[in-house]
């Protein structure tokens, strides 16, 4: 199995920062893509950012210029660094993994627990 370990979420007045973790580990061959995912509310969970593991990244338009997704392959490890954060950036973050666990198995994602991003004066 492959477990997920999200950090960094926290309450932070508009303007600030914030720097989420997701750490993977178990039962991992290798990773293709890893991605920080968000749900606010009563609206639907939406892809806030990705990585490959050659290192290309995907972002919203909501968080283009703001936020930067990054990882440490050799730790099995997703940053997402979070800055000008607004109140709209309010939700729930997700981190998910799309790993294998082992050379003849296909890709399956595994998302995490899932940490609170509040931002509020």
């Known amino acids: 199995q492959v477990q997920l370990v999200e950090s960094g979420g926290d309450l932070v007045q508009p303007g600030g920062s914030l720097r989420l973790s997701c750490a993977a580990s178990g039962s991992i061959f290798s990773i293709s893509t890893m991605a920080w995912y968000r749900q606010a509310p009563g609206k639907q969970r939406e892809l806030v950012a990705a990585?490959?593991?050659?290192?290309?990244?995907n972002y919203a338009d909501s968080v283009k210029g703001r936020f930067t997704i990054s990882s440490d392959n050799a730790k099995n490890t997703v940053y997402l660094q979070m800055n000008s954060l607004k109140p709209e950036d309010t939700a729930v973050y997700y981190c998910?993994?799309?790993?294998?666990?082992?050379?003849?198995?296909?890709?399956?994602?595994?998302w995490g627990q899932g940490t609170q991003v509040t931002v509020s004066s």
């Open positions: 998910n993994v799309q790993a294998r666990r082992s050379t003849y198995s296909y890709y399956h994602d595994y």
């Open positions: 990585i490959t593991s050659g290192g290309t990244t």
